[in-house]
């Protein structure tokens, strides 16, 4: 190393691309540490404190089931995207396909409207 750079060390090098190919500049990989989704799974796991103990994960499901079930949109599109998966894109009869973001967002205009012409009455159609 006397006095030579870096650059003088592998003559043919490609600026940008330091190592020769297949010789990696980090070879003890990435750091082992502790991840957010690892620290955020821990204190979904931690005691709600409803005194009934269920945990802080529980508690997210309980509120947001009761959303979707008081009509909620937002939250029952999270309930099904969680449980059923989002919907795959459809090939229409025209042959271009459909993105699966516009088919629900179609599916929840229909259950807005749905909801809109019913406002006011009980299952069934009843008041």
């Not at 600026?15 to 990696?24: E, I, N």
């Not at 025209?94 to 088919?103: L, N, P, T």
């Given at each position: 190393m006397d006095g030579e750079s870096a650059q003088d060390q592998r003559p043919n090098s490609v600026?940008?691309?330091?190592?020769?190919?297949?010789?990696?500049g980090n070879p003890g990989g990435r750091p082992r540490g502790r991840s957010i989704t690892a620290r955020l799974?821990?204190?979904?796991?931690?005691?709600?404190?409803t005194g009934d103990g269920r945990t802080i994960a529980?508690?997210?499901a309980r509120v947001l089931l009761e959303?979707?079930?008081a009509g909620d949109i937002k939250a029952v599109r999270e309930v099904l995207d969680r449980t059923e998966g989002r919907?795959?894109?459809a090939e229409p009869e025209?042959?271009?396909?459909?993105?699966?973001?516009?088919?629900w967002d179609d599916i929840c205009n229909e259950v807005d409207a749905l909801a809109a012409a019913g406002e006011g009455e009980g299952p069934g159609g009843g008041p």
């Open positions: 600026v940008g691309r330091p190592w020769p190919k297949g010789v990696s799974r821990e204190l979904l796991d931690a005691d709600a404190g529980e508690e997210i959303h979707a079930a919907p795959r894109p025209g042959g271009q396909a459909m993105e699966a973001r516009d088919i």
